[in-house]
């Protein structure tokens, strides 16, 4: 049994929760998400709280694999709802830069031409001197295009160079040494 999925989970004043035909749907002050929703979980929901459950204990092991992810999913909707999700990019290095519009991430880091990778729907980015911001309502589309962005120069654990997390710690590693002649 799932402890994630047994737990009650609590929804704001500011927020609702309602489950159309196989698709669930969160509304609150930051935007709107849906996702789509299996038949097999009942979602119970109450003034102030919410409640995922099997229709019967007997499920397959596979529904019940699903059923704290689900409870997962609907937690994080209705945080992003509220109050977003944000992913910090440090751009590090001589001649590196970005820049941000409202449709497309510029990134110049050591290429011969600049990548550009335009900027999904329901997504803001901002760009202060070396670190870029992603924001967003959306958990898992944040966390994809910050990592989109961060594969085009993943940090260099040789000369720091590149895009990390701002909370990623990269070990530095020492590099080769002179060969000493004996004589």
């Known amino acids: 049994m799932s402890r994630i999925g047994k737990q009650t989970i609590i929804i704001p004043e500011k927020v609702t929760v309602s489950l159309e035909t196989e698709r669930v749907l969160v509304r609150g002050p930051k935007g709107e998400l849906a996702r789509a929703w299996p038949r097999a979980l009942i979602l119970t929901v109450a003034p102030g709280a919410a409640k995922v459950s099997l229709k019967n204990d007997s499920q397959a092991e596979e529904l019940k694999a699903i059923w704290g992810t689900y409870a997962a ?6 945080k992003g709802v509220t109050t ?17 519009t409202a449709e497309a991430v510029t990134l110049n880091v050591g290429f011969s031409h600049p990548v550009i990778w335009p900027i999904p729907e329901g997504l803001k980015v901002t760009l202060d001197k070396n670190l870029l911001t992603i924001s967003g309502a959306d958990c898992e589309s944040v966390g994809q295009f910050a990592a989109i962005l961060r594969a085009v120069r993943p940090p260099d654990p040789y000369k720091e160079k590149g895009l990390r997390y701002d909370d990623e710690r990269v070990i530095r590693k020492q590099g080769k040494k002179a060969a000493t002649t004996a004589g």
């Open 73 to 78: 999913h609907l937690k994080n909707m209705i």
């Open 84 to 100: 977003g999700f944000e992913k910090r990019l440090l751009i590090e290095g001589i001649g590196y830069k970005a820049a941000a």
